[in-house]
């Protein structure tokens, strides 16, 4: 059940602009046991609009998160690029605030705990995640994990139960958190007067400039510029003490907070340069809604010439996938299969276009003439476990920000 969200979540204000719109999508993790359960699909609509008082974008509708998030199917240590940025993340911060073993670092959305695990030489640990299912996972494999939402309320208990905390990390969760202000004005409360609150996001600038509408899903919620993250922490009590660009996930931003003090330069630096180049304002945005448009009639044209040259199959039964296959209408018609390495995923059929999940074992089995990464944001790892595929003559194709054989 989908709830329409009215006004903005950072600001309060209403009548937020419409943007664009991909229709009525399915939950991008409700992965299907098989036709039994077609009947049983539901779907929701998934559209973005935009707030001209604080920039924010945000979805139009939401749903439950207990009915996303209670039981969850992805999991980061698949990703060796993850398993790769948490050791980088644990030397950079035991070198930048020298972490010592009484000092408390905690997690947010800790998933599996992967990105934990390498603090665990240098401090205590906590991880926060609401999927019992994978939180259950994270403390038989060593890493203390709570299996609840995070809010206020929440902050406060953790901080009297655990002690403050010199880092919490918030790794790509920002986006799906429905009462934004809460959620961060918790972490105020449980940080240490000089701890650092760790955002990742997805960063608005990058998907907007390489079309990367398939970023947008029911589990994301807000889109942010550093203007409206500045906006959200001095709304929370909080300053937006540095800002930095990663290459995860297509483009993503590390905002970084405190309790209090002046801000490093990077963040006056990202405020100029959004308002200079217009992402402050909506004419970009009506510029990617119009792109999105156009790719949703290149991409499939594009699959089916290559169709006629030999098979297609995919790589990578991400959410991107599922709302890219979805709003292109791109099916079994012209994608056979979709390979992955989760478990979890293999043997069950793609949500919203049916497509079946197979091991990643299949690529070198079957050989498709072409395999479409549906997970771009992991092309160059993608790419290097297949190699022997591409060595055999397969070919790649990224369908962002248009289709092309790479």
């Known amino acids: 059940m989908a709830t329409p969200i009215p006004n903005c979540r950072i600001c309060g204000t209403p009548a937020l602009e419409p943007i664009l719109s991909l229709g009525d999508m399915p939950p991008v993790n409700s992965f299907l046991n098989g036709p039994a359960d077609f009947a049983k699909e539901t779907k929701a609509p998934l559209a973005i609009a935009f707030c001209a008082t604080c920039s924010h974008v945000q979805l139009t509708h939401q749903l439950d998160p207990k009915d996303v998030f209670t039981d969850y199917i992805y999991f980061s240590a698949m990703s060796e690029t993850i398993v790769r940025w948490g050791h980088q993340l644990a030397a950079r911060y035991a070198s930048e605030i020298s972490l010592k073993s009484t000092q408390l670092v905690a997690e947010l959305a800790s998933n599996d705990g992967c990105i934990l695990k390498p603090f665990r030489s240098h401090c205590r640990v906590l991880g926060v995640e609401p999927a019992k299912n994978i939180a259950e996972v994270a403390n038989k494999d060593g890493v203390p994990t709570v299996a609840e939402f995070f809010n206020h309320a929440m902050g406060q208990k953790l901080r009297e139960e655990h002690g403050p905390a010199e880092l919490i990390m918030a790794r790509n969760v920002l986006a799906h958190v429905p009462d934004l202000v809460d959620f961060v004005k918790g972490v105020r409360h449980w940080l240490s007067d000089d701890g650092i609150f760790h955002v990742e996001a997805p960063y608005l600038k990058p998907m907007v400039d390489h079309l990367e509408f398939d970023t947008i899903y029911h589990e994301h919620l807000s889109y942010f510029s550093v203007t409206a993250l500045e906006r959200l922490f001095k709304e929370a009590g909080m300053v937006l003490w540095d800002v930095e660009e990663i290459p995860l996930h297509g483009g993503s931003l590390i905002a970084r907070g405190k309790r209090q003090g002046p801000a490093k330069p990077s963040v006056a630096q990202y405020l100029a340069m959004e308002k200079a180049e217009g992402y402050t304002a909506n004419g970009k945005l ?19 010439e290559l169709k006629k040259k030999g098979t297609v199959a995919a790589y990578g039964a991400a959410a991107k996938g599922v709302v890219l296959t ?29 497509i079946p999940v197979v091991g990643a074992e299949k690529v070198l089995e079957e050989k498709p003439t072409h395999l479409v990464v549906l997970a771009w944001n992991f092309f160059d790892e993608i790419v290097k476990q297949q190699d022997a595929y591409r060595q055999a003559g397969g070919k790649f194709v990224v369908p962002v920000p248009f289709p092309q054989v790479r």
Not at 286 to 304: D, I, N, S
Not at 329 to 352: C, E, F, H, M, N
Request: aromatic share 10%; proline share 6%.
């Open 286 to 304: 009506h510029a990617f809604a119009e792109g999105t448009r156009k790719l949703k009639t290149a991409l499939p044209e594009f699959l089916t």
């Open 326 to 354: 979805n709003y292109c209408q791109i099916g079994t018609d012209l994608i056979s299969w979709v390979a992955d390495r989760s478990p979890y995923k293999q043997g069950k059929l793609t949500p919203g276009m049916h």
